[in-house]
């Protein structure tokens, strides 16, 4: 039974840090600074459990005590399982913290209990084993060898679970619950571990039962009730899905008549009025986008980077079928296959000759491009965030050539960027601004949608390399919503350096 255990601690470690991690996510990003933190403060934790279990198993090897230490460490994690969302939530919306602070805090909050009460495990385990089985002094090598390799193993195999099964079937909340479940049972073995051969024969059948059954209650009825009260984020979801990229909740807000769907961060990744047709349902930046571009539009290849859930796509294809624009194309990427379902079944995202829907990473579909060149673009729709932030190798100058090179001579580039008159968000807009500038001879940036004492506000950017007839009449059409207050930047983001981090917090 003690391998059985040494196994499951050595998964559920693997399995509290990659899970903890898309947990902290929505939060704080998902860059080398969570990981680094979350990797830095998991492994400081360990070597203390390490250090403690040694000291623990030479005053007191019982495989009651390494028992409690085990189930202690399960209702650690069941209280985080509870806590993380509100806790991550107050961290990050009423303290402003440098991200450096905010990781490490979050990191400490979620793993270094755990993490050390798991740690105590191994070398406790091991002393444990070796004095049940009265090993000789020299068979300890080959004891202690067997429950590092048991454990590794383990580790393995939580680490592939993980990420190919439990976060994209089960989601975040069911992973909380059943890392508990798996540590209560693993607590549970220990604790029947120095009984006799018959009672443990008896009490293993009983607890391969009990299993069986926690597992089905974890995985067959929590997800049926991931909308009640504790487990739907906003008070006004419909409907709520963990993905393998992000947390989604459908959102009715009938005092407006709209529908939108947010990330766990409270970010809108897309927002319509109910009700209405494809294009009379667009609200905010896509329907300045839309008054203007598609009536530009006769035959042309649109591509758009960052569908979601296919708002402007379908007013486009809608525009197109009213008006009979048979040679049109839509080529829309979205590395999300989710949140593709979720358009068709809560957006009226329909499915069109004219419309292919790709999923992959937009960065990686660009590559791909780059490579062939007998494709090319008219209009390029730029839209790609993730929790409300854009991920440094998406603004690169390599990712602005790769577009450029799938570009028609007379194409438009339009981005959709998040920006302010000061502080990060205006950072953030110059270096777009600053990138956009190494590659195209031609940029336009407009301001829609003022938030906040209009200090935040929507832009839409323009980059082209020929001013056309048909790009001066989009100019004149916006010309009364242009910025010009944007400055060029002093470095430049690569592939090799993009510091995307400190645009986003005050470093």
């Known amino acids: 039974m003690l391998e059985i255990v040494s196994f499951i601690i050595g998964a559920s470690i693997m399995i509290i840090e990659i899970a903890g991690v898309r947990v902290i996510t929505p939060y704080l990003g998902s860059n080398f600074i969570i990981w680094t933190s979350t990797i830095g403060i998991i492994m400081a934790s ?6 403690i279990g040694g000291k623990l198993s030479d005053k007191n090897s019982s495989s009651k005590t390494l028992s409690l230490i085990i189930f202690s460490a399960g209702l650690y994690t069941l209280f985080t399982a509870f806590t993380q969302f509100p806790f991550l939530k107050f961290l990050i919306f009423y303290n402003s913290l440098n991200i450096y602070i905010a990781s490490i805090i979050a990191s400490l909050y979620l793993f270094v209990v755990p993490s050390i009460l798991l740690g105590i495990v191994s070398p406790y385990i091991i002393k444990l084993a070796i004095h049940q089985r009265n090993i000789l002094v020299d068979e300890t090598g080959k004891i202690i060898g067997k429950f590092y390799a048991i454990s590794t193993i383990g580790s393995i195999v939580g680490t592939f679970l993980c990420g190919f099964i439990l976060v994209v079937f089960f ?7 059943a890392i508990s479940a798996f540590i209560f049972i693993a607590s549970i ?9 018959k009672k443990k024969v008896f009490s293993s059948i009983i607890i391969i039962q009990l299993c069986f059954l926690l597992l089905s209650f974890l995985f067959i009825e929590i997800p049926k009730h991931t909308n009640s009260k504790y487990f739907k ?18 959102c009715d807000f009938e005092d407006d008549n709209t529908r939108a769907i947010t990330n766990l961060a409270g970010g809108y990744l897309s927002l319509i009025k109910k009700n209405e047709n494809p294009i009379d349902a667009i609200v905010g930046y896509n329907e ?12 042309d290849n649109v591509l758009i980077l960052g569908n979601s859930v296919g708002v402007l796509t379908n007013a486009v294809l809608f525009y197109a079928n009213e008006n009979n624009l048979q040679n049109i194309h839509i080529d829309a990427v979205e590395i999300d296959k989710y949140i593709t379902e979720i358009g068709k079944k809560y957006f009226n995202l329909k499915e069109d000759k ?10 990686i579909y660009l ?17 790609m965030y993730s929790q409300d932030l854009i991920k440094g190798h998406l603004i690169t100058i390599d990712t602005f050539k790769n577009i450029n090179s799938i570009l028609s001579k007379d194409g438009i580039l339009v981005l959709n960027i998040f920006a302010a008159k000061e502080g990060l968000y205006n950072n953030f807009l110059n270096q777009v601004y600053t990138n956009l500038s190494t590659i195209f001879p031609n940029i336009k940036v407009y301001s829609f949608d003022e938030y906040d004492g209009d200090i935040y506000f929507s832009a839409i950017i323009l980059a082209y390399n020929e001013e056309t007839e048909n790009i001066k009449q989009i100019n004149s059409m916006l010309k009364d919503t242009e910025y010009k ?8 983001y690569t592939d090799k350096y993009a510091p995307i981090e400190k645009l986003y917090w005050n470093l």
């Open 485 to 492: 207050d944007v400055k060029l930047r002093n470095i430049v």
């Open 354 to 363: 004219k419309l292919k829907i790709i999923h992959e990473d937009g960065r």
């Open 46 to 51: 360990l070597s203390i459990g390490y250090y």
């Open 367 to 383: 590559n791909k491009m780059a490579l062939n060149p007998h494709k090319h673009y008219d209009l390029i729709y730029w839209d």
């Open 171 to 177: 989601g975040l909340e069911v992973i909380s619950f």
């Open 189 to 197: 073995l220990c604790y029947l571990s120095d009984m006799t051969s």
């Open 288 to 299: 300045i986008f839309f008054s203007v571009f598609p009536k530009k539009i006769k035959k």
């Open 233 to 250: 984020v906003y008070g006004c979801s419909i409907y709520s899905k963990t993905t393998p990229y992000q947390y989604l909740s459908v």
